[in-house]
């Protein structure tokens, strides 16, 4: 027995184009970092988070099943790894990229 999975149909040309092109009002076309990049920065965001929440957390769950202080923890890792953090050395990281190219197209 096998399992056939819908495949969406692309909407009008028109609306691809328009998200595969970068906005009119953009004077640079917005990269992406690769995905290594990004799971640098995103192991970056947690792991200070993740050491600073065990480190405050330990003296009040000490007793608690560790399966219970790893939910507490990444209730309040998660987001604010999403929501705050990565954005934040995301940014920093493609004002890094972009200073780099106009020193590179500068020197050219």
């Given amino acids: 027995m096998s399992t056939q999975i ?5 909407a009008d040309s028109a609306a691809v184009a328009a998200v595969a092109e970068p906005a009119p009002h953009s004077a640079h076309p917005v990269h992406l970092p690769s995905v290594h990049t990004r799971a640098v920065i995103t192991w970056l965001a947690i792991f200070p988070l993740v050491a600073i929440g065990m480190t405050i957390l330990a ?5 608690w099943h560790p399966a219970l202080r790893a939910l507490v923890l990444t209730l309040v890792v998660v987001p604010t ?10 940014a920093g990281y493609g004002s890094l990229k ?11």
């Avoid at 819908?6 to 692309?10: D, G, T």
């Avoid at 790894?81 to 995301?90: D, E, G, Q």
């Avoid at 972009?98 to 050219?108: G, L, N, P, S």
């Fill in 98 to 108: 972009r200073r780099q190219a106009r020193k590179a197209a500068a020197k050219a």
């Fill in 81 to 90: 790894a999403v929501y705050l953090v990565v954005p934040k050395l995301l």
């Fill in 59 to 63: 003296p009040i769950t000490e007793s």
């Fill in 6 to 10: 819908p495949v969406a149909a692309p």
